[in-house]
Each structure stands twice: as structure tokens, then as C-alpha cells.
């Protein structure tokens, strides 16, 4: 064998050795000796491999795929600018804490700083991003066991000039025991924050489907109120029905923040609010927060003893039936009527920035949606529509929820779908012309018509010629108008509030 078909070999067998059964491949001239080699192995060892032209929305497919299994999911690049195609996901992965694994084939080391073709800085390109390992031979892979899974591991694999024999090698898996994640004395830091409940405020942001029981049990028991993110999966609990709140919070008297860093306007008021005692607890060690405030980071949430008090019920500010009947073409009613058409069992993906936003203050409570999903790690826009291609892999039903921009940023990634097997998957942009959440942002409110049209990307396109691109159904259906029910199993529906009647709602609701 030849050494770039050994150095394959040992990758590809070190992989599958730590549990990764999926392997995205963009294929290229130099990562050749890896793809080759996956292709002659990956039946005999149960793994499953995917392919797109595109770097950038593989990486984000693959996010997607290790989002919802949990376990380890590469993609294979090769050399260059294919490589850089890779951060945005890896930046996702990192403050997601997402098992992304970046395999990228370089060019020997000694082309390094000579602009050769395709010659690029590759190693450690990532940065604080990705754990990197610069690969020329197989006992570079050592190191490997100092990954612990909880953010992107890099592989930079410097093959000498293919060879006509490359191809020709077997490898197995190999296994190793990686360390397990430490973790802090969450107990004695909870209970003494919450001993003074008065003014407590608790929100949930993204949760651990193991975190979920225990959190709703003791939110249960502090009897404070709550903000939940459509993502920790409790927003629509029974037995959070009392303390629940919708819409924009009130600055509390202190904070517990519990999961990934929450989208509402209040977290971010928080910083010129110094004063506000914050705690968060979650699996990334990210406060969420510039300012000083308690972190505390654990991958298990404590099962607390923590006596029940007579909690302040709070009203429900979600705006209710009349508001939706007065302004029946607003987007808020748009996504209210949507949340009622997807069953409970399906699983939903929010695509930033507004459609979150918007979700987590209209979406109905009946039916409920416990099965959401986002990317709020870096609350970027760009790969959505991949990432929500990767979680709908083996689901009965999937709906992922984009706005116009968002679904702009990401055309390429449906090239994808004839890959994802079987199963309903329903693709909704919200068109609103443009980027409208920026009009809606404090420092930009005062903004003028010209300014608006250029910070909002404002446009006049339809969405019916992306379906037709991919040979996809399209509906177009606009708040006021019964929603579409011959909805074939994969399709895009393009959704066209008013504009002016969203203003309106806006501004009443205020």
C-alpha cells in the first residue's frame, strides 16, 4: 500500500473506532485516497455516507445529523478554499457543543507558504474552534483521545501526490475510551441562589432532552415565573401552565438561566443591568453574557430537594384570539395559524432569526410542539435549511420554518433532499421582502425609508422558482386564506404576510 493510502486508512479506522457512522463526503483531487477508501468500506462496517457539491451546507447537513443523534458525524473536504468553507458550521458546532468533525486533505507540508495551487494555511485554520490534529502519518492520530466530544475536532490530513494505486487498502475500526467531561457542584450553588425567591425570574433556553423532567420539576417546585424557548421543550407544559410567560418579560429582580443562552430581548438588556444577580447553568461553558455574572457547567442537571413555594401565578401576556382575528394578514397570526396546521409528533426546526422569535410569543400551546429545534449557538442564518435537511433524516414528519433571507442564504442545500430517504418534509419561508427584524431592533428604528430598504435587503422575489429548480410541489398560502390541505409529502410553501398589518400588530400589541 502506499503511505497516502495508509494515512486513509488509519483515519477512517480511528473514526469509526469513536462511534461516527456518518460521513459527509464533498469529493475533490485531494481527498481522493479518503473518499476512495470510504467507498470500499463503509458497507462492510455499517456506516452511511452522504454526498453535495457544496462544503458549506454539507458541513451545516452534517451539524444537523449530529444535533439530533448526538454522536460524532464528519465531512470529508478537500484542499483550499473548500477547507474555509467549513467555519461557519464548526463556529455553530462549538457554541452548541456539537460533535462536528472536520476532515479536510491538504497538500504536503512542504508547499506550505509557497501559493502553490491549493495551497493553502490549512492547519489549525479553525482556530478556537475545533480541536486540530495536522495528520502526515498515522501516529498523529495519538492525541485523539484528548477529544472529549463537546465541540469540533479537526483533521488535517497532508497527503503526498495521489498515486494511480492510492485506492487499493483495507482498515478497520479502532476503538479507544475517551475522558469523560468533569462535573461542577451544580446543588449548593442553585439552592443558595434560589433562597430568596422574590423578583426570580427563570428562563429556559435550549435543553437537553435528559435535562427536560428534571428542570420542569424543579421550576415546579421554586413556583417562580418562567420564559421558555419553544427549544427546551417545555414551552407548552402542563405543569408550567401557572408560572408560564409570553411575550417580553419585565426586567426581573434576578436571573436563573437554565440551557443554551435565550433569544428574548431581556437577556440582552441584561448587560446595561449589572445589578441583576444572573445564574446560568448549562452543558457550554458560555455565560451568554459580557458582563460579571455565575456560570456554572455541567452535563447532567441535579436532581434538587427544593421545597414548594406559593409562587407568583402569573398572567399569560401571550396575545390572545382577538388580536389574531383583529390583524388576521399579520405575520404573527400567520405563524399562530401555522403552529395549529403541524401535528404534535412532527418535528419542527426554526430557522433565525425572526421565525424563532416569532414561535416562541404566538405559536399556540394546543397543539403542543415539544420537538423544536434551532441553531442559537452562533444565531447565524446561514445553513439553515441543510441543518434542518440533517435532523429530518429517519422522522415520520419534519417542518422547518425559514424566513426569505434565511432561505436565500441556503438555495443549494434541497440538492440534498433525494438523499434523506422517505418521510414529510414541508419547507415554509416566511416572505417578508427582506431582513425586517433589523426595523424591529431598538437601534435601528429611527431609521430612514432608504436606510430601511438597504439594512433589510428588501426584495420583490418568489420562492415558487427555488421549488421548480429542485422539482418540488409549491404552495403559496397568506394569512387570511385557509391553509393549503393537498399538501404533497415534500413541498415548499411560500407564506406572504401584509406588511403593513404586521406594523399594525406591533404597535397595538405594544
Known amino acids: 500500500m502506499t503511505a497516502n493510502a495508509i494515512l486513509a486508512g488509519a ?8 462511534g461516527v457512522v456518518d460521513f459527509v463526503v464533498c469529493a475533490g483531487a485531494r481527498n481522493v485516497p479518503l473518499v476512495s477508501s470510504l467507498l470500499a468500506r463503509f458497507e462492510d462496517h455499517g456506516l452511511r455516507l452522504w454526498h453535495h457539491f457544496d462544503e458549506r451546507s454539507a458541513a451545516y447537513f452534517a451539524l444537523g445529523l449530529a444535533k439530533k443523534s448526538g454522536a460524532p458525524v464528519a465531512v470529508l473536504t478537500t484542499s483550499g478554499t473548500a477547507a474555509a468553507e467549513l467555519l461557519p458550521a464548526a463556529i455553530e458546532a462549538y457554541y452548541s457543543g456539537i460533535p462536528l468533525v472536520l476532515v479536510t486533505a491538504d497538500r504536503p507540508a512542504s508547499f506550505r507558504g509557497s501559493g502553490a495551487p491549493q495551497s493553502i494555511e490549512q492547519k489549525e485554520i479553525f482556530g478556537a474552534y475545533a480541536m ?25 490530513v497532508s497527503f503526498e501526490e495521489p498515486r494511480a494505486n492510492d485506492r487499493h487498502e483495507t482498515w478497520e475500526p479502532q476503538p479507544w475510551q475517551g475522558q469523560e467531561a468533569g462535573e461542577s457542584e451544580v446543588v449548593p450553588i442553585l439552592e443558595a441562589f434560589c433562597k430568596d425567591r422574590k423578583g426570580l425570574l427563570v428562563l429556559l433556553g ?38 408560564m410567560k409570553f411575550g417580553e418579560p419585565a426586567l426581573p429582580g434576578k436571573v436563573l438561566r437554565i440551557g443554551a443562552v435565550p433569544s428574548l430581548r431581556l437577556w440582552r438588556d441584561l448587560e446595561a443591568n449589572a445589578a441583576i444577580p444572573v445564574l446560568s447553568i448549562c452543558r457550554r461553558p458560555f455565560s451568554g453574557l459580557a ?20 409562587g407568583q401565578i402569573v398572567e399569560r401576556t401571550l396575545l390572545d ?19 395549529r396546521e403541524i401535528p404534535e409528533a412532527a418535528l419542527v426546526y426554526l430557522g433565525n432569526s425572526l421565525p424563532i422569535r416569532e414561535w416562541n410569543f404566538f405559536a399556540a ?9 434551532a441553531s442559537r449557538g452562533a444565531n447565524g442564518i446561514d445553513g439553515q435549511v441543510a441543518t434542518f435537511l440533517g435532523l429530518s433524516v429517519e422522522e415520520e414528519e419534519s417542518w422547518g420554518i425559514f424566513g426569505d433571507l434565511t432561505a436565500l442564504y441556503d438555495l443549494n442545500a434541497l440538492a440534498l433532499l433525494n438523499q434523506t430517504g422517505s418521510g414529510k418534509r414541508r419547507i415554509v419561508v416566511i416572505n417578508n421582502g427582506g431582513g425586517r427584524i433589523f426595523s424591529r431592533l431598538r437601534s435601528m428604528s429611527g431609521l430612514a425609508p432608504e436606510e ?13 422558482t427555488w421549488a421548480a429548480m429542485w422539482g418540488l410541489d409549491y404552495r403559496i398560502w397568506q394569512p387570511g386564506e385557509m391553509f393549503p390541505n393537498d399538501l ?19 404597535k397595538w400589541g405594544k
Open 452 to 464: 430601511k430598504r438597504i439594512t433589510e435587503n428588501r426584495h420583490e422575489f418568489r420562492f415558487e
Open 206 to 243: 435550549e435543553l437537553d432532552p435528559s435535562w427536560q423532567d428534571v428542570v420542569e420539576k424543579v421550576v415546579v417546585a421554586l413556583g417562580v415565573p418562567v420564559w421558555a424557548e419553544a427549544t427546551s421543550g417545555l414551552r407548552e407544559s402542563a405543569a408550567l401552565a401557572g408560572l
Open 488 to 506: 404533497p409529502d415534500t413541498v415548499i410553501i411560500e407564506a406572504v404576510p401584509d406588511g403593513a398589518e404586521t406594523e399594525a400588530f406591533w
Open 291 to 310: 458582563r460579571s455574572s455565575q456560570l456554572v457547567v455541567t452535563n447532567t442537571f441535579p436532581v434538587l430537594s427544593i421545597a414548594t413555594e406559593e
Open 321 to 339: 384570539g382577538a388580536a389574531f382575528a383583529r390583524f388576521p394578514r399579520s405575520e404573527p397570526t400567520l405563524v399562530h395559524h401555522l403552529s
Open 365 to 373: 400551546m394546543d397543539p403542543a410542539h415539544p420537538r423544536c429545534h
Open 11 to 18: 483515519v477512517l479506522g480511528r473514526l469509526a473506532g469513536i
Open 132 to 156: 486540530a490534529l495536522d495528520l502526515s502519518e498515522p501516529g498523529g492520530l495519538v492525541p485523539l483521545e484528548e477529544w472529549t466530544g463537546d465541540s469540533p475536532l479537526h483533521l488535517n
